[in-house]
């Protein structure tokens, strides 16, 4: 069982070049995330998909721009590169429900702007 | 003004004794609460979560929840070095277009020595 399947795994990018990380679930959640995580700073959330057919800004989504192409994928697009998107991005899914439902997490894309 | 606060660490405790790890949170609305292990380098993966005021215990981990004080904590029993990881606190508010969505502290380094 896959769970959640993020590539690329890692990449380096010049700064103004654009770049689209993919994400896909197998769980039939309903709900899907994108964070990026620096040190010192947690989790922090950059667009969400509450279900297919929406998405809504998180805490920091300046710079992206998110595609929930169908219920199992769910990619965040970086059109300019900068530097300060130096980071690594975790996808993660949940199903919904009750507020309890835990998200679960990828093995994260590191991505290193130049 | 941070929604979700964990002291950073590093927390070190000696082998065989209870790590207390400890995180307060801003938003009443909070309904539930969920600790992540992330060793370096990997994703985050589900402790346990909790979301009625007392205890909840699983196996070596005891989740704990004031909502009064605004307060959380994981207890971990037997502390083992395998257990030395980033420890992540979440918050679930479940109203309105939050749904679904967490907020994460910055996360608690645990150390447990031999």
């Known amino acids: 069982n896959a769970g959640v399947t993020q590539t690329p795994k890692f990449q380096v990018l010049k700064t103004g070049q654009s770049m689209t990380l993919q994400c896909a679930q197998d769980?039939?959640?309903?709900?899907m995330y994108w964070y990026r995580q620096d040190p010192g700073m947690g989790l922090r959330l950059i667009y969400y998909?509450?279900?297919?057919?929406?998405?809504d800004k998180g805490e920091v989504p300046n710079g992206y721009n998110v595609s929930r192409l169908n219920k199992r994928e769910f990619s965040l697009r970086l059109e300019s590169a900068a530097p300060s998107q130096t980071s690594v991005y975790f996808c993660?899914?949940?199903?919904?429900?009750?507020?309890?439902?835990?998200?679960?997490f990828g093995d994260g894309t590191r991505l290193s702007i130049l | 003004q941070k929604e979700v606060e964990q002291n950073s660490g590093p927390l070190s405790v000696p082998e065989g004794a209870i790590a207390s790890l400890n995180c307060t949170y801003s938003d009443r609305g909070s309904q539930s609460f969920f600790w992540y292990r992330q060793y370096s380098g990997k994703s985050p993966e589900l402790i346990m979560f909790?979301?009625?005021?007392g205890d909840k215990e699983d196996g070596r981990f005891t989740a704990q929840l004031n909502k009064a004080s605004q307060y959380v904590s994981l207890l971990i029993r037997d502390s083992q070095p395998s257990d030395s990881a980033t420890y992540l606190c979440a918050a679930n508010n479940a109203g309105g277009t939050s749904y679904g969505k967490l907020t994460f502290g910055q996360g608690t380094i645990l150390t447990v020595h031999p």
């Open positions: 769980m039939n959640h309903n709900s």
């Open positions: 909790i979301y009625s005021n």
């Open positions: 993660a899914s949940s199903a919904q429900g009750p507020s309890n439902q835990p998200q679960h």
């Open positions: 998909s509450a279900s297919e057919g929406t998405t």
